[in-house]
């Protein structure tokens, strides 16, 4: 399992294999950058991964996805992620977190954790009792996520379908677990019309009862003809089978790492006149809430971290607006051009 030869490899600073036998514990924690300030955030992701390849990719992905959020989010920290190879139903316990979380303290804080698929706030305060450092101990993040998605969306369908209005938009959302789930809340309140798919029938009858969604199969979300296909789950959903199959005019959704092949398959989409919202623009709204959550630690007083926290993720249409102006302008995919200016901007606070 080739490391420095991988193709996701991208100057990451530190890579950082955890074991621990006792607790059952496998792990593997990635900084892509440590940011101006020395310490680098992202979430834990539990999967039962296939292989320990596969998780290395993944990693290697999300916590280069992480750099290029903060720094256009403009944010101090730099990016990192950390996966945990077990499946969280079944093999998450607390002397796996806890032994997780001191892996985390060992790093003496160049590293700081959050929740992310397969892990909660809950996960975050076992971890908590080993390490400091922890964020989404407070509040969840997830809401924050889905209104960030729903607001670069809200920006996406204003630039490719020309409407204001989201009345009656027809969006189907992949995923509904807590993301999907608030994004779903948002674009039901102001009279979207919902499909959904989740092979958890719990979080799929939920959109059913709450936003009036029509529940369609796993596979069947990608032939719906719709307005905005919204990738709420996994990465990895973008690629040469599914792209064809596509008859949504935008791609808008909080997913990570939604397109397999990221150049060519924003391409593809790109040559078949679908908009692609890049996802670690609209994703960013989980990072801005740990963020408010962090500097909450130090004000005086009760503060609203929800509130806040949407109030900062506005932003993100601003980026919309701007990752649309470059590639227009430069003749380049939105993807490219997401990744174009989060690379500025990196390169900008190194010096």
Not at 226 to 238: K, N, Q, R, T, Y
Not at 243 to 248: H, Q, S, V
Request: proline share 4%; charged share 25%; with cysteine.
């Amino acid at each position: 399992m080739a490391v420095f030869e991988s193709p996701v490899f991208d100057d990451h600073e530190m890579i950082s294999f955890v074991c621990d036998p006792d607790a059952g514990l496998r792990a593997i924690i990635a900084i892509h950058w440590g940011g101006p300030i020395g310490t680098a955030g992202g979430g834990c992701r539990i999967h039962p991964y296939p292989t320990e390849a596969a998780a290395l990719r993944d990693v290697l992905r999300l916590s280069r996805a992480m750099s290029y959020k903060l720094a256009l989010a403009n944010l101090p920290g730099g990016g990192a992620k950390s996966v945990i190879l077990a499946d969280p139903r079944t093999e998450k316990t607390p002397e796996l977190l806890q032994a997780f979380g001191r892996a985390i303290e060992g790093l003496g804080g160049k590293y700081i954790v959050a929740e992310d698929v397969g892990s909660t706030p809950a996960d975050m305060e076992v971890i908590a009792s080993e390490t400091d450092y922890v964020v989404g101990r407070a509040s969840d993040t997830s809401p924050a996520t889905g209104f960030g998605t729903f607001v670069g969306l809200e920006a996406a369908v204003k630039h490719a379908l020309k409407r204001d209005d989201l009345s009656g938009l027809q969006v189907a959302i992949q995923g509904m677990g807590g993301v999907g789930y608030h994004l779903g809340r948002e674009l039901a309140r102001v009279g979207a019309k919902l499909w959904v798919c989740d092979p958890d029938d719990v979080a799929c009858q939920r959109a059913l009862d709450e936003f009036g969604a029509t529940r369609v199969g796993l596979d069947e979300i990608y032939d719906l003809d719709v307005d905005v296909f919204s990738p709420c789950a996994m990465g990895d959903v973008l690629d040469d089978d599914t792209i064809p199959r596509l008859k949504a005019k935008v791609i808008a959704g909080g997913a990570n790492n939604q397109l397999r092949d990221e150049t060519r398959h924003a391409a593809a989409l790109a040559e078949r006149g679908i908009f692609y919202a890049p996802d670690f623009v609209l994703n960013a709204g989980g990072v801005i809430a740990a963020s408010v959550e962090v500097n909450s630690f130090e004000s005086d007083g009760d503060v609203d971290l929800f509130a806040v926290s949407c109030e900062r993720t506005r932003v993100i249409a601003d980026l919309v607006d701007e990752i649309v102006e470059l590639s227009e302008s430069a003749s380049i995919t939105t993807h490219d051009a997401a990744v174009q200016l989060a690379k500025a901007r990196i390169a900008e606070a190194r010096e």
